[in-house]
């Protein structure tokens, strides 16, 4: 089951709550149950197979870059 990530819209209260797909959008709130809730956008993992430090992806000048500059983004800066 995955874990979702929501914000309460009365409370501001923010939470994880691992749920079925389907029940994704039932969840209430766990601070003052309000059932106006919004799922955050999340990030998302997934792992097929395993990945050897010789095969894992390295950073070089012809690695994908964003150009922003502020690094945040997590891809090497063009700068």
């Known amino acids: 089951m995955p874990i ?3 914000v309460c819209q009365s409370c501001q209260t923010q939470f994880e709550k691992r749920v079925s797909a389907e029940k994704a959008d039932e969840a209430i709130c ?5 059932k106006e809730v919004k799922r ?3 990030r998302v993992m997934v792992q097929i ?5 010789s095969s894992a992806p390295s950073y070089t000048d012809s690695a994908p870059s964003c150009g922003c500059g502020t690094g ?3 891809l090497p800066s063009k700068n």
């Open 4 to 6: 979702y990530e929501y």
């Open 30 to 34: 766990p601070e003052c149950g309000a």
């Open 40 to 42: 955050k956008l999340s």
């Open 49 to 53: 197979g395993e990945i050897s430090a």
């Open 72 to 74: 945040l983004c997590g």
